[in-house]
């Protein structure tokens, strides 16, 4: 039967925003699947680029679709250009090893383009970063990685006035300031079976594929949903005791 004694006269406007805020709460929980669903169709996307082949790097891509090369792997042949080459401050190998990534241009086959490639991490220990030939992988090199964005910088950053040696970010459109031929607009780290056993050694970005915590918000706002209107009715019927029982004439003897 109905409790219609939630709709009497002195509780109707606090019944109305109840059931206003439970289904405010259930369209939350519908909004968290919905983003569940996107982020899971996202995640399909990234699958299936990863799985993908290659994308062959030749030089061609100058203002390319970045979104579409998103998590997928590619190959290039080349000759890296050493005397552009920079390090990338503050990076660890295996979590606890402080050192560089070495950056540097690979002058791309048959373009007069070069796409950047972090050819992996080298030790800050021993290393002098104005000396890296003990590093240097010289002749015709045929490479595959994993695609990566540039980084963003601080609004308030500087671009450097010479060549810089050390950076803390990917940042191309600063790099190709100091570099005196194009650069693709995203560079590409190495992948790990193509390393030697000696630095530099590969250890590209994990992809992490989350699908986020909106399942577990979802089910959260579906039980505020049940739960508010059911403690919201026991608490009004009880209340609503009260009263109609005060309101009573005493018994009579």
């Given amino acids: ?3 219609m004694f939630l709709f009497k006269r002195r509780w109707i406007l606090s019944t109305i925003l109840v059931l206003f805020a439970s289904a405010v709460m ?18 399909a996307v990234a699958q299936a680029a990863i799985a993908a082949p290659p994308i062959p790097i030749d030089g061609s891509e100058a203002n390319p679709d970045l979104q579409s090369y998103l998590y997928h792997s590619a190959s290039a042949r080349g000759i890296y ?18 050192g560089y990534h070495l950056l540097t241009p690979l002058r791309l086959e048959g373009s007069d383009r070069a796409l950047l490639v972090d050819r992996g991490w080298i030790p800050f220990d021993g290393v002098d970063p104005n000396n890296l030939k ?10 595959v990685g994993q695609i990566e964005m540039p980084e963003a910088r601080p609004s308030a950053a500087q671009p450097p006035a010479a060549f810089e040696k050390q950076w803390y970010r990917v940042d191309i459109e600063w790099l190709q300031k100091q570099t005196p031929y194009p650069l693709l607009p995203f560079y590409v780290a190495l992948n790990p ?14 992809v992490t594929l989350d699908e986020g915590p909106h399942m577990g918000y979802a089910i959260q706002w579906f039980l505020f949903a049940l739960v508010v209107p059911i403690v919201y009715a ?3 019927r009880r209340m609503d005791r009260r009263q109609t029982e005060a309101k009573l004439p005493p018994p009579t003897r």
């Fill in 1 to 3: 039967m109905t409790p």
């Fill in 81 to 98: 250009d050493f005397e552009h080459e920079v390090l990338l401050k503050n990076q660890n190998y295996n979590t606890n090893q402080a």
């Fill in 193 to 206: 079976s193509t390393g030697p056993a000696s630095p530099p050694f590969r250890d590209p970005p994990a």
């Fill in 26 to 43: 259930i369209r939350l929980g519908f909004w968290q699947l919905d983003r569940l669903a996107g982020k899971r169709a996202a995640i």
């Fill in 234 to 236: 026991f608490q009004i």
């Fill in 134 to 143: 003990a590093f240097e992988e010289p002749g015709p090199q045929a490479i």
